[in-house]
């Protein structure tokens, strides 16, 4: 069936630094992804929406500037974590639909970010 | 706009016994609803889901939800708790496969 990979999995650095975060749908095309976030022991938070060949959409009190995204292709979407600190530490979810009626959101396995 | 809230962020149940975790869902069109599954430091699973059809869905792992339109609701079930159970559970609504809104999540823990 569909699947998400989201990569990487796990990624530990240092404050000021920034971290890229990809997201592919492996078999089918997605022209539209979402990115979610996750902070500790609360309920995932729709960051952003990811639009094929165009800007994305952010949700209210996201930095667009903090967290930038580029759907350059029909298959990947990346999420750039500008200039990380500690309080962007989180798990950061990407999902996409496959366009297909009845087939639900597939979601990538999540990126652990933790910044020192 | 669509809304999902969980009802208890912990249930904790013995094991073999019924497990209910709650959600009530509201939507301003025709809702997909769904539950996920968590489990510590990985990422979402999908346990079921309802888009339109037979109002009682079962999903993997024993867990079976109904969707009650008229009480907006969407609770999980399973008929005997089991261990590996032990989980974060997510509520979810979408209208139609866009952006899904999750609920705050219910931490199901299994007593032995």
């Known amino acids: 069936g569909a699947v998400v990979s989201q990569h990487p999995s796990w990624v530990i650095c240092k404050s000021g630094t920034s971290v890229k975060i990809e997201c592919r749908s492996l078999d089918f095309q997605a022209t539209t992804m979402f990115w979610y976030r996750q902070f500790p022991k609360q309920s995932l938070m729709l960051m952003a929406t990811s639009n094929e060949g165009s800007k994305a959409t952010y949700e209210q009190g996201v930095e667009k500037d903090k967290f930038l995204i580029n759907h350059a292709s029909l298959t990947l979407s990346t999420l750039t974590v500008t200039s990380a600190h500690p309080e962007d530490s989180s798990f950061y979810i990407c999902s996409a639909p496959t366009g297909v009626s009845n087939q639900p959101q597939h979601f990538g396995d999540g990126t652990r970010l933790s910044i020192l | 706009a669509q809304s999902v809230t969980q009802l208890g962020s912990h249930v904790s149940v013995s094991e073999g016994a019924l497990v209910l975790l709650r959600c009530n869902y509201s939507?301003?069109?025709?809702?997909?609803l769904f539950w996920y599954v968590q489990y510590p430091n990985q990422g979402l699973q999908l346990l079921l889901k309802y888009t339109t059809g037979a109002t009682l869905v079962k999903g993997i792992n024993g867990f079976e939800a109904e969707f009650k339109k008229s009480e907006t609701s969407f609770h999980l079930t399973k008929p005997s708790a089991h261990m590996s159970d032990a989980a974060e559970y997510f509520c979810a609504v979408s209208g139609g496969y866009q952006k899904v809104t999750f609920g705050t999540g219910t931490k199901l823990q299994v007593i032995p």
């Open positions: 939507s301003s069109v025709p809702p997909y």
